[in-house]
């Protein structure tokens, strides 16, 4: 479809960044796990770790469709469309999360990156799936627009995690040392 032909380098860069920082991410967390002493830690992880995965996934899978040879924008729109919905409902489950877990007390910056920008970025997905039908080059600028959203997101919620973990291990092992004779 010639309306997709001048994005498929925009994808393939976008979606090799996410599937690369999916691979960093596992590695980061499984090396975390070894020193972490972060209590309840299985709900923070469920609050922030897996949206982070959820939203570099779901930049992976939305380059590899809008990359896939289509012969018509309903198709491709019908699914990233798709995506964007089940992100919508996917944040409610976050959110819910963010607010049960004891390990950490978010303040905005944490609801501004794990909830209002992913929010923004799923929303923008489900109106361009609706805006495809009379406006392909506006939907598809949309849809990047989401995909760079949701990748920039990650990146900092994966950073985020990283300097956490590794300030509060630092801090409770200090104190570790000075209570210990």
């Given amino acids: 479809m010639p309306a997709l032909t001048g994005w498929e ?9 996410a599937g690369a920082l999916i691979g960093l991410q596992f590695v980061v ?4 796990s070894e020193f972490s002493v ?21 930049v992976l899978l939305l380059s590899a469709v809008v990359s ?3 012969h018509r ?13 089940s992100g919508l409902i996917y944040l409610i489950i976050v959110a819910r999360r963010m607010r049960i877990q004891s390990a950490y007390s978010p303040v905005f910056e944490d609801w501004l990156f794990y909830l209002l920008l992913p929010l923004a970025a799923y929303a923008t997905l489900t109106g361009s799936a609706y805006a495809a039908r009379s406006n392909v080059g506006g939907a598809l600028f949309g849809v ?27 801090r409770v092992q200090a104190e570790t040392k000075r209570t210990q004779p």
């Fill in 144 to 170: 990047a627009a989401a995909a760079l959203l949701l990748l920039f997101v990650g990146i900092h919620n994966a950073w985020d995690a990283v300097t956490y973990h590794v300030f509060v291990n630092k």
């Fill in 68 to 70: 896939a040879p289509w």
């Fill in 38 to 58: 972060v209590r309840d830690m299985q709900r923070a992880s469920d609050a922030f770790a897996t949206p982070t995965i959820v939203h570099f996934g779901a």
């Fill in 29 to 32: 967390i499984t090396l975390i």
């Fill in 9 to 17: 380098n925009f994808y393939v860069i976008v979606g090799s960044s």
């Fill in 73 to 85: 924008i309903a198709g491709v729109a019908i699914l990233w469309g798709a995506l964007g919905l």
